[in-house]
T-cell receptor, first 113, second 114 residues
Framework: DQQVKQNSPSLSVQEGRISILNCDYT??????FLWYKKYPAEGPTFLIS?????DKNEDGRFTVFLNKSAKHLSLHIVPSQPGDSAVYFC????????????FGTGTRLQVTL | EAGVAQSPRYKIIEKRQSVAFWCNPI?????LYWYQQILGQGPKLLIQ????????DSQLPKDRFSAERLKGVDSTLKIQPAKLEDSAVYLC????????????FGSGTRLTVV
């Protein structure tokens, strides 16, 4: 039962353009969402998060949007840079589970020159 | 601050053998997690410790996996006996209690069972 889904395994974007990574979830008990970035041979690194009481959170080039009615969130990277090439994981926390996270399967982003 | 340390980085064993992984979390982080990441999938929580007590081990295959966190600091995850399907990256992470955004992962141990 995949409660957090990232339906695009890969995405290729030109440098300077916008990258949009999508994530869908099924569990209505999720109350906190995070995006992690992972380079090869390294552990995931926290990128940005959003609480379910908000619909947008911005941090520099990274913005996360949350649509609770559609159970959908997205990560926007503007402008995209070659160093953004990595695997991006969407993760969610369920209410009452403190800090346990459920991860999606990841989207590999490649930013080309 | 120093990150989450894990060792070894790589391990190859034959099925039915045993293996152990070690993790040293960030100093002061009370919560420690072990995640399993199978190729092509997202990380899956195996066990969560709060200090030296287990908070959640609902997805830990307890017939073959065990973990301990002595003195509430470093932790060891053991597999005995290993199966082919245990081939994965084992990630350790730590956080201050309740601070999900403070989740810091180590680089992981890549286990190959042949």
């Amino acid at each position: 039962d995949q409660q957090v889904k990232q339906n695009s395994p890969s995405l290729s974007v030109q440098e300077g353009r916008i990258s949009i990574l999508n994530c869908d979830y099924t569990n209505s008990m999720f109350d906190y969402f995070l995006w992690y970035k992972k380079y090869p041979a390294e552990g995931p690194t926290f990128l940005i998060s959003i609480s379910s009481i908000k619909d947008k959170n911005e941090d520099g080039r990274f913005t996360v949007f949350l649509n609770k009615s559609a159970k959908h969130l997205s990560l926007h990277i503007v402008p995209s840079q070659p160093g953004d090439s990595a695997v991006y994981f969407c993760a969610a926390r369920s209410t009452g589970t403190a800090s346990k996270l459920t991860f999606g399967t990841g989207t590999r982003l490649q930013v080309t020159l | 601050e120093a990150g989450v340390a894990q060792s070894p980085r790589y391990k190859i064993i034959e099925k039915r053998q045993s293996v152990a992984f070690w993790c040293n979390p960030i100093s002061g982080h009370a919560t420690l997690y072990w995640y399993q990441q199978i190729l092509g999938q997202g990380p899956k929580l195996l066990i969560q410790f709060q200090n030296n007590g287990v908070v959640d081990d609902s997805q830990l295959p307890k017939d073959r996996f065990s973990a301990e966190r002595l003195k509430g600091v470093d932790s060891t995850l053991k597999i005995q006996p290993a199966k082919l399907e245990d081939s994965a990256v084992y990630l350790c992470a730590s956080s201050q209690w309740g601070l999900t955004y403070g989740y810091t992962f180590g680089s992981g141990t890549r286990l190959t069972v042949v």
